[in-house]
């Protein structure tokens, strides 16, 4: 039986929770795969396991209370011992896209937090180079955000303002995001600098450098770990 991309996450975030010992304090990432995450981590904490969680997101720490995850903030633990999240794209170094759940900011503070970074991701999100098929999160305060369209466009993307059913879609810091895409063939890593340069923007979504584990769950049930 061949496994859907839901069902190869599940059993990636199975198998990377098991990276928790007893006592950490753990980065909770956010959107589809990290809830997948915070669920086999809350089974995790039933069953006697002790952590302390930092969400990267108003929406992961309503999940983390409701399954009953203990939580804490940066400004009492600034050290993470492990940040667990999902990406959008993985390339052969393990840089990564993230964003797509409109979380980047946080969740990269709390990656940069953290002693350690594990990754959870199914097959479709291995890529030969970022941004193949996934546009990288921009996000940019909403005065004076068409300059940071320009600005992006120089550089050779092509910024989209990303829309809720009411407007443009805020970040839990009250910016919007511009998905920009970039020409395919490479090089988008070293775009990073660049664009986190652009008067306006706060972060992107280029997770670069960071030298993440990554679990990827398979069509055929196993899990495969990078790095």
């Keep these: 039986m061949s496994l859907d991309q839901a069902a190869q996450k599940a059993v990636a975030a199975r198998r990377a929770v098991r990276e928790v010992d007893s006592g950490m304090v753990v980065g909770l990432g956010t ?34 209370r409701e399954l009953g995850i203990p939580l804490t903030t940066l400004q009492e633990h600034p050290n993470l011992d492990l940040d667990i999240d999902g990406a959008d794209e993985v390339s052969p170094e393990r840089d990564l896209i993230k964003g797509l759940g409109g979380a980047l900011l946080r ?18 999100k291995l890529v ?45 810091g009250g910016n919007w995001i511009l998905d920009t895409t970039f020409p395919p063939g490479g090089g988008l890593s070293g775009l990073a600098g660049q664009i986190k340069a652009i008067t306006g923007v ?26």
């Design 31 to 64: 959107g589809s795969t990290a809830a997948l995450v915070v669920e086999a981590l809350a089974e995790r904490a039933r069953e006697g396991l002790q952590v302390l969680g930092v969400p990267t997101s108003e929406a992961t720490a309503r999940q983390a």
């Design 107 to 124: 969740e990269k503070i709390v990656a940069l937090a953290a002693r350690r970074l594990v990754i959870v991701v199914d097959e479709s």
């Design 128 to 172: 030969e180079h970022l941004g193949e098929r996934a546009s990288v999160p921009v996000e940019v305060i909403p005065f004076g955000w068409t300059r940071c369209v320009a600005a992006l466009e120089r550089l050779g993307g092509s910024p989209r303002l990303r829309q809720g059913p009411s407007g443009p879609v805020l970040t839990d």
């Design 202 to 227: 706060v972060e992107h979504g280029l997770f670069v450098g960071l030298d993440p584990k990554v679990f990827v769950g398979q069509a055929d049930g196993g899990c495969r770990v990078l790095g």
